[in-house]
């Protein structure tokens, strides 16, 4: 009786894990997309040319229209860490007052990294702004003052990440 109960209890709570897990449908969120905020950064080395997630992934195809709630947060979480990280590399890139070139290579990539996630999102009614607007304000953080070299070099990724992202 006892052996009967428990597998009773248990074989419901089983059944109920593994349906949660999907609702049937195709996950719409590339792969790629779901790395770590280091692998978008090391990918966007590559800016201003085009910037590969796992060598196949375009950043703006890691918003999708269709998207789910925890994949868009994921993602935004990870493109908000990756400017963040980009912002502080190149508001800390003066060397005797000079902007190093690693700083100008940072802040081309935040600027890609903006672009190419204001590139996904402007196909999708508007459901990717907030992202947009915190992976920017995450990026732009301290580059008005940062001086007219590093703001160029911001532009320049942007621009290039709107048309290559």
């Not at 597998?7 to 609702?23: I, N, R, S």
């Not at 590399?89 to 903006?114: I, N, P, T």
Request: aromatic share 4%; with cysteine; proline share 3%.
């Amino acid at each position: 009786m006892r052996r009967s109960l428990a597998f009773a209890l248990v074989l419901p709570a089983v059944a109920l894990a593994f349906t949660g897990c999907t609702d049937g449908r195709k996950i719409s969120t590339p792969p790629a997309c779901l790395t770590a905020a280091s692998s978008w950064v090391t990918a966007l080395a590559d800016a201003p040319d085009e910037v590969l997630l796992d060598g196949n992934t375009q950043i703006s195809t890691c918003l999708p229209k269709d998207q789910s709630v925890a994949q868009h947060e994921e993602v935004g979480k990870t493109a908000v860490t990756a400017a963040t990280q980009l912002s502080a590399f190149y508001k800390s890139g003066k060397v005797g007052g000079k902007v190093s070139s690693s700083a100008r290579q940072a802040a081309l990539m935040a600027g890609y990294l903006v672009g190419a996630v204001s590139k996904g999102a402007a196909s999708t009614e508007g459901i990717h702004q907030t992202l947009v607007d915190r992976v920017e304000a995450a990026a732009t953080n301290g580059l008005d003052g940062a001086g007219q070299e590093l703001q160029g070099e911001y532009q320049r990724g942007h621009e290039a990440g709107l048309k290559n992202g």
